[in-house]
């Protein structure tokens, strides 16, 4: 087994700017990468958890599995509420989109109930959000606009409940 070399303390904020890179230009395993080389120096290190959180929802198109659940585990190390329950929503709008594009059966009755959960996720935020913070707000609308843009997406056909004869 190959043993990982170890960054050096000065070389975080250099390392988190390339991963942030590597994020914009779509090569979140390289972004996933950096970030766990920060926490393994800096466990705690929140812009490296959020940006980590953030490479994996990248992935989500290819490994929803995978990417999903360490996304999710990566939320109780948030260090505020707000942050939580934002990065809550990022993750579910995510995979909300993921599952959109997928076409399969269910898939866009998953995606729709995926946005609404979002949503909720949003709404909690926006009440705990830091003054001047619209950032939940943004994102519920987004969510808002792309279910009003694909009808398609549509919650559970409801079971037809037999109605007794009189």
Request: aromatic share 6%; charged share 30%.
């Amino acid at each position: 087994m190959l043993e990982l070399k170890a960054l050096t303390q000065g070389a975080v904020p250099t390392a988190l700017a390339k991963a942030e890179r590597y994020r914009l230009l779509n090569e979140p395993a390289e972004a996933e990468s950096i970030c766990l080389d920060v926490l393994a120096l800096e466990p705690d290190n929140q812009h490296a958890l959020v940006m980590l959180l953030l490479a994996l929802t990248d992935q989500f198109a290819d490994d929803l599995g995978r990417s999903s659940r360490q996304a999710e585990e990566i939320l109780p190390r948030l260090a505020s509420e707000y942050d939580r329950m934002y990065y809550a929503g990022i993750i579910t709008e995510r995979r909300a989109k993921a599952l959109a594009a997928r076409n399969m059966p269910g898939s866009n009755n998953q995606a729709y109930e995926g946005f609404l959960a979002a949503m909720r996720w949003y709404e909690k935020a926006e009440a705990s959000r830091p003054s001047g913070n619209d950032d939940a707000l943004l994102r519920w609308n987004r969510c808002a606009r792309f279910l009003q843009r694909h009808p398609h997406l549509a919650p559970r056909p409801e079971e037809r409940v037999e109605q007794p004869l009189e």
